[in-house]
């Protein structure tokens, strides 16, 4: 049975007896589930198990994807997965032990045929109501029940939720996979392929009962991936038909060979494995973050490439394998083709990012493993990870290969310190400023999110990277405030410039970037000294602070709006803020067309309109991920505290800009067009406020000028412009029947003054047609005589043109023809062996040039 059908087979099995097919729901589960991902067919029932929803129907059957972390570290054996598809039915409130235990003995025996010998029971120790069922409702005789503790079987989610008692039924591999005795004292041989769960009470997560739901009702469980291999008698879950076309595909790109050693094949799996849970993730809109689920992604793909590179293999992987992922089950999962390009474009830039951090930190890794004996010291695991972006699981995956373990303690302690030297820093403490000037200054403090002119004291100077007392008139320097409302470029919007100000000094400022935690004014004096510890006014120019407000927010408007018209996959990539201008890059898989550009921006312009106020606000970065479901998208840089800006109750982004207060104040934003900037990255670019109307006003003047040379009216410029090309064309059309006619009139005239020279015939003439009408005729003529050659001049003012054509059968070349009268016009000879043209300045010379040709010609023909 191919894993097709015993999908297909389950599900029409209970359909058959009334069960309501649901999809498999998003991998993403609701927020108030509190899980990170979902792990059970059940995460999408929660509501109608605990009563607070109601279903349309009491049964429910489906194949739902779901990601268990809890076996990461193990994947690669034969057995475990990330990611799997969970068969289920499921009774609210309905039926309950009776028929789930009478229907799964059913299915497994008649539909998918399994030796009833061979199966096995196990029940929770206290449920002497389901072990009396078994009994009742099939033949399986009592010595193959077995009772178990809680830890077995009773479920819960791990997380606060319903639960239960359960029932699994396990299946006996046979002698071959050890001792007999059942599940209760052999895990290996004894398989467990299908969990029933009677879920009766709430509990905290632990397996500790909260309270007693309303309804009894049914949750269960069967993992395709272990029916599948049972039922194909695989000697592992990767040799099902599930698996075999990816395990392929990762042979034929790591030019490993399946069952060739056990290391290729753990390589192959993990590849396998990893690969389907990249394609699935990302399929449901999870990207790799630091954090979260985007954490948990990272980590299969890290893992996956980092297994690959120790194993020597230097080749790309992730991206052709999640292809072969789409194609193994596009068909049952179509979000995996829906989103295909957008899993690829993600798992290819993942790939390339860490494949630079891992080749560094695996050199450093090796070097430090070469010398440790047992342990690798936590130093070593924190500083790949706070300067390489190493994650530490892969440092331990690296070690534990290697027979070492890692002090994580000391790494925690270490990660620990790192922490509260960042608050300190963040406090009081001094900063040095990173790769600029080398000036030591305490963080600036910014004023800008409410003020635009406020009071400051220079704290330091620097000429170049050197530190610096005061500044002349003239100077151009850096300069450090305590505090400034002048907003260094970031987050793509534009460093501040304005004006310094003191009773006897002032200065330009040309622009503000951030130092480490300092803030940096470009200065210009103009008047007067500036020193440390001036006081000074800081005056922010307000029209470019307003101009770049207004493109930040317009920017946020316009990323919400696209990922409302064109999905979910786009993603920022890169922007530029400036007043009244902005750039916006994202992904994207094909062009937009000029109808959505419009439609998206209306929608825009509606949202400026519409007024809606924009709030920033500080919030923890959980928080902003979560109940805002905020958009961020550069999650490395923002540490725990993170700015959330939200404009009406639509669009919620991780940012530190400025922005305007309400959206009203955008005035107006007109998209200049979109373009691609690489493989699947648009680019959007977009005006604002005044700027964008003058650019339509530019537009609009153009139009009428246009309209005033073709004497029409701008609205009906087109039609205008049309008419113009019409008759054009008929121009066009009439002056090359004039020439095709004086072309048939020129050659009559020349055929009859051939010259017969042997069986060929030569005509030479000098015409007052232009060079393209004579090598028109020259072919026409040539075309007429049968046999020969002919020789054609003409001349402008300072040119002088000749023109060669031959028929093929003279084996003649027409370029040797014109040679030597080529010499006298001054020009050289060019073209083809059957028609040849020479150019020159020398126009008195074109009598006596057709001359020598007709002499080369003679020669030539004889
Ligand atoms: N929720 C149970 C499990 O995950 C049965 O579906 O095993």
């Given at each position: 049975m191919l894993a097709d059908d015993i999908r297909r087979t389950f599900l029409a099995f209970f359909e058959a007896r009334d069960h309501k097919l649901y999809p498999s729901s998003s991998l993403?589960?609701?927020?108030?589930?509190?899980?990170?991902?979902?792990?059970?067919?059940?995460v999408q029932f929660r509501p109608y198990f605990l009563g607070t929803e109601k279903p349309s129907h009491p049964r429910a059957t489906s194949v739902q994807k779901s990601f268990r972390t809890t076996d990461v570290d193990e994947v690669g054996d034969q057995s475990h997965l990330t990611l799997f598809e969970m068969l289920g039915n499921f009774s609210f409130g309905d039926y309950f032990k009776k028929e789930a235990i009478a229907w799964a003995w059913e299915l497994l025996t008649t539909e998918f045929g399994l030796d009833p010998e061979r199966l096995w029971a196990t029940v929770y120790e206290e449920d002497d109501e389901a072990e009396q069922l078994w009994l009742e409702v099939t033949p399986i005789p009592a010595e193959r029940i077995q009772r178990l503790g809680k830890n077995e079987n009773f479920w819960d989610m791990g997380v606060a939720g319903p639960g239960g008692p359960n029932s699994e039924i396990w299946y006996d591999r046979g002698p071959a996979y050890g001792e007999e005795g059942g599940p209760a004292v052999n895990d290996t041989r004894y398989l467990e392929v299908y969990n029933l769960v009677f879920i009766q009470y709430e509990t905290d997560g632990a397996k500790n009962i909260v309270k007693p739901l309303p309804a009894p009702s049914v949750d269960t469980g069967m993992g395709l991936e272990r029916i599948t291999t049972v039922l194909q008698e695989?000697?592992?879950?990767?040799?099902t038909d599930l698996f075999s076309p990816i395990l392929d595909r990762a042979a034929g790109l790591t030019g490993r060979t399946r069952g060739a050693s056990d290391d290729d094949d753990r390589l192959l799996r993990t590849l396998t494995d990893h690969a389907r849970s990249t394609a699935f993730l990302i399929a449901d809109g999870v990207t790799p973050s630091n954090e979260g689920r985007g954490y948990v992604l990272r980590r299969v793909m890290r893992r996956a490439i980092t297994k690959a590179r120790l194993a020597g293999v230097n080749t790309k992987l992730l991206q052709e394998l999640t292809e072969a992922v789409v194609e193994r089950f596009g068909h049952v999962y179509p979000e995996l083709q829906r989103n295909s390009e957008g899993i690829a474009l993600v798992a290819a830039r993942e790939e390339e990012r860490f494949t630079q951090t891992l080749d560094i930190g695996l050199r450093i890794l090796e070097e430090s493993i070469e010398k440790a004996t047992d342990v690798l010291p936590g130093n070593v695991a924190f500083k790949l990870q706070d300067t390489y972006g190493f994650p530490l699981d892969i440092t331990k995956d690296v070690a534990t290969e290697r027979g070492l373990t890692v002090d994580v303690d000391g790494y925690e302690r270490l990660m620990e310190e790192q922490r509260t030297r960042s608050r300190e820093v963040g406090e009081a403490g001094k900063v040095?400023?990173?790769?600029?000037?080398r000036i030591d200054v305490a963080p600036t403090e910014f004023l800008g999110y409410e003020k635009r002119t406020d009071t400051g004291k220079v704290v330091a100077i620097a000429k170049g990277v050197e530190p610096a007392a005061s500044l002349a008139p003239g100077e151009e320097a850096d300069v450090v405030f305590d505090r400034t409302p002048f907003y260094p470029e970031g987050g793509g919007q534009i460093g501040d410039r304005g004006l310094l100000l003191a009773a006897d000094a002032k200065a330009e400022v040309l622009d503000t970037q951030k130092v480490g935690a300092a803030i940096m004014h470009r200065v210009r004096v103009t008047d007067g000294e500036i020193a440390v510890g001036m006081e000074m006014e800081l005056h922010v120019d307000p029209a470019l602070r307003t101009g770049a407000e207004q493109a930040h927010t317009a920017t946020h408007i316009l990323h919400h709006t696209l990922r409302n018209t064109l999905g979910e996959h786009v993603r920022q990539m890169g922007s530029l803020v400036e007043p009244g201008r902005l750039r916006f890059d994202f992904s994207h898989f094909s062009s937009v067309d000029p109808g959505s550009l419009s439609e998206i921006e209306e929608t825009i312009n509606t949202r400026v309109e519409s007024d809606d106020k924009v709030t920033p606000f500080d919030t923890s970065y959980r928080e902003a991920i979560d109940k805002y479901h905020a958009m961020a998208f550069f999650e490395e840089k923002y540490g725990d505290v993170v700015r959330v800006v939200e404009i009406g109750d639509y669009s919620y982004e991780l940012c530190g800009g400025t922005h305007v207060?309400?959206?009203?104040?955008?005035g107006f934003v007109k998209l200049l067009g979109e373009s691609s900037i690489g493989s699947n990255i648009r680019r959007v670019e977009a005006l604002t406020g005044v700027e964008g109307l003058r650019w339509v006003n530019v537009r609009l003047r153009e139009a009428e000028r246009a309209a005033e040379l073709v004497r029409t009216a701008p609205d009906e410029l087109v039609a205008g412009i049309q008419r113009l090309l019409k008759t054009q064309k008929e121009l066009e059309r009439q002056i090359a029947a004039g020439q095709r006619s004086g072309i048939s009139a020129a050659v009559n005239e020349l055929v009859p003054t051939a010259q017969q020279i042997d069986s060929a015939q030569l005509v030479v003439a000098r015409r007052t047609e232009e060079v393209g009408v004579l090598r028109e005729l020259a072919v026409a003529v040539r075309d007429k005589i049968g046999r020969g050659a002919v020789i054609l001049g003409t001349s402008g003012e300072g040119s002088v043109n000749l023109v060669a054509a031959v028929t093929k059968d003279l084996g003649v070349d027409a370029r040797e023809l014109l040679r030597p009268a080529a010499e006298r016009i001054g020009g050289g000879a060019g073209g083809k062996p059957d028609l040849a043209l020479a150019g020159g300045r020398n126009p008195e010379a074109l009598d006596d040039a057709l001359e020598v040709a007709r002499q080369q010609a003679q020669g030539s023909l004889q």
């Open positions: 993403i589960p609701p927020p108030e589930t509190n899980l990170m991902l979902t792990t059970a067919g059940m695989a000697s592992s879950i990767y040799d040095r400023a990173g790769a600029g000037p207060p309400q959206t009203g104040h955008v």
